[in-house]
């Protein structure tokens, strides 16, 4: 009996180093890394404000492949606010769409300017609206480009990121059903269009038109391209990628963290992929900005990082193959989308229906189980739109998924409560075979298989508990739908950390303990982790306490671990495990009592308050 306590004792001491180091490396070790990274990042933007730089065109070579463009500096450019580049060049064509806000900057022809109508940076909803997109030289600049380049060793004029472009309708406005045309001449012959659409939500439609009034064939290769001037704050949690990525034929989904990026250029690493098709983008947690090409056409495209003195310029885009205009009034056509908004899913997947691009909905990272994250995503929507709150629906789906699996819940208590009936006869065989482990063993397994119990089928409603719990947190974690999604009371936002903090007397007390070194991670802890815990310590309850006090000790500990553990986790999360442990405990209760076991669970909870008899005491 004492070498199975000890052995006990061991596993739980295990078990709590695996679950304090998972915290510490999945938790508290990013949340000190991105403390640090937005730090570096404030001020690689603040350098990046003072010193900015343009990108040339991107190089066609004459196999068809690509040299990214390099980082030239531009001392005109240099812009302490987004508001103050906007207002630098205000030759510009206004978006006013009902998702979007913005503008097409004249110099460039390119898109640098959209904010999000229907999304604000906090719960206040007179808080500023998302913005997207930026001018370059700007904090964080941030634009999409479109344009035409020749092959290296032609000495074809094609417009570049200083171009400054004519407005065809001069005071148009780009917006739904009416579409924006700009025009360049380059004084040799050849004429440029570019002509923007926009939609309701999120895409843009690019038309590019050359035409040729040489006397010459002119080959000319249409490009689209992304870049994003510093780097951005990421939440980098593991659950959720943050960065460049694309989708590129059989390629498949090709994905980059900004560090991978700044690695690949100091190896001198290309992430080049010719001859596909698809996409590419960088996304951020809830938006997103992708350039996507014809499905039907091929396209050379790269993922790329360009080092400048004081920031790093990252850049996906592609170039399709040559577009050949034909003399004496040729005209060549290229057509390409944009997608810039919020990743909401139902626009993504009516995008990849109605356009056949290729698998857009991956802007959203369902994870390494997306076959449990996509159909629990799509039953909590399904919830939400019958009960009007996510709260409601997160609480309906943990009923939904105890009902689905109570057959084998219900085996499982069953098998416990067998366990616990012949509990005198099992103590007797470890005190009559105390010295001899294999025959203890024998007579156990004999035992069992007299009552038909199963010893290991207490583990089945926690393993259960494992896809669903992490699929769950990935939905509320990665979802835009939950963002700002309220509960009840003080759950304002269910993506977000329950916001009260009994450290600070839940606001009375004027300080931010969360800023303290090393020990931060551990002082905020609401009201919501608090229930959590406690729902827990009484599921533990359900049973006697071990008779080994260390190991009573370890388990009475676990309940406090999981507490904090989970006090900067969503709420919705913590709020699905409070009530999962509720069912938990009513389910199992009923369960035991229902085959003959003796769950006192009252008196075990009062036994834990009382205070053991000193000579007790002494001898253990």
Not at 226 to 254: A, C, D, K, S, Y
Not at 297 to 309: H, P, R, V
Not at 577 to 589: D, G, I, K, M, R
Request: glycine content about 6%.
């Amino acid at each position: 009996m004492q070498s199975d306590n000890n052995r006990n004792m061991i596993i739980a001491i295990v078990l709590s180093v695996v679950v304090l180091f998972g915290w510490q490396f999945f938790v508290a070790g990013p949340q000190l890394q991105q403390a640090q990274k937005r730090a570096e990042i404030q001020a690689q933007q603040a350098a990046a404000a003072t010193t900015t730089q343009t990108l040339a065109a991107p190089t066609v070579n004459a196999d068809g492949t690509v040299t990214p463009a390099a980082a030239v500096p531009a001392a005109d450019q240099t812009f302490v606010s987004r508001d103050a580049a906007i207002a630098a060049t205000p030759a510009r064509v206004q978006i006013d769409s009902p998702a979007l806000a913005g503008s097409i900057n004249l110099i460039g022809g390119r898109l640098d300017d959209l904010q999000l109508k229907d999304y604000h940076e906090t719960v206040d909803p007179s808080s500023p609206i998302i913005t997207l997109l930026a001018p370059s030289g700007a904090p964080g600049g941030y634009y999409v480009e479109q344009g035409w380049v020749a092959s290296g060793s032609s000495a074809v004029k094609a417009p570049d990121a200083n171009t400054v472009w004519t407005v065809d309708q001069p005071g148009s406005k780009l917006s739904v059903g009416t579409p924006v045309s700009l025009t360049w001449d380059n004084g040799a012959g050849l004429v440029f269009h570019r002509t923007f659409a926009v939609d309701e939500n999120y895409l843009f439609t690019v038309t590019q038109t050359v035409d040729n009034t040489t006397a010459a064939d002119v080959p000319l290769y249409p490009y689209s391209r992304i870049v994003r001037q510093g780097t951005p704050h990421v939440q980098n949690f593991f659950v959720q990628h943050e960065g460049p990525l694309g989708i590129l034929g059989t390629n498949n989904l090709v994905s980059k963290k900004y560090t991978d990026l700044q690695n690949d250029a100091k190896d001198g690493k290309t992430n080049r992929y010719d001859n596909t098709s698809g996409w590419l983008g960088i996304t951020d947690k809830y938006w997103a900005t992708a350039i996507i090409a014809d499905p039907a056409i091929k396209i050379n495209a790269q993922l790329t990082d360009t080092k400048s003195a004081t920031a790093d310029v990252y850049q996906t885009s592609f170039v399709e193959s040559a577009a050949v205009v034909a003399p004496a009034g040729g005209t060549a056509t290229s057509k390409s989308f944009v997608f810039a908004g919020a990743k909401k899913e139902a626009i993504l997947d009516a995008y990849q229906k109605t356009y056949g691009f290729d698998r857009l909905d991956l802007l959203i990272d369902w994870g390494w189980l997306f076959f449990f994250t996509k159909p629990m995503f799509y039953l909590i929507t399904f919830l939400y739109s019958v009960l009007g709150n996510f709260g409601l629906a997160i609480l309906s789906v943990t009923v939904i998924v105890k009902a689905l699996f109570f057959p084998l819940a219900s085996r499982s208590y069953k098998s416990m409560a067998a366990m616990r009936r012949v509990q005198p006869e099992m103590k007797s065989i470890q005190d009559r075979f105390k010295d001899d482990r294999p025959a203890q063993q024998t007579a156990m397994m004999e035992l069992y298989k007299k009552e038909k119990i199963n010893p290991l089928s207490g583990c089945w409603p926690v393993l259960i508990q494992v896809p669903v719990f992490f699929s769950l947190y990935t939905v509320i974690f990665i979802s835009l739908e939950m963002r700002h999604a309220p509960f009840f009371g003080w759950i304002v936002d269910l993506a977000a950390p329950d916001p009260t903090n009994i450290f600070t007397l839940f606001g009375l007390i004027p300080w931010d303990p969360t800023t303290l070194p090393f020990l931060g991670n551990f002082l905020h802890l609401g009201v919501w982790p608090v229930i959590m815990g406690i729902t827990m310590w009484v599921q533990m309850k359900l049973n006697p306490p071990p008779p080994d006090p260390t190991q009573a000790m370890i388990f009475n500990w676990m309940p406090v671990i999981f507490t904090f553990m989970l006090g900067t986790f969503p709420a919705g999360l913590v709020i699905y495990w409070a009530w999962n442990n509720t069912l938990s405990v009513t389910q199992q209760y009923f369960i035991m009592k229902r085959h003959g076991a003796d769950v006192n669970l009252l008196a075990n909870i009062l036994a834990t308050f009382k205070r053991k008899p000193a000579a007790e005491t002494k001898a253990s």
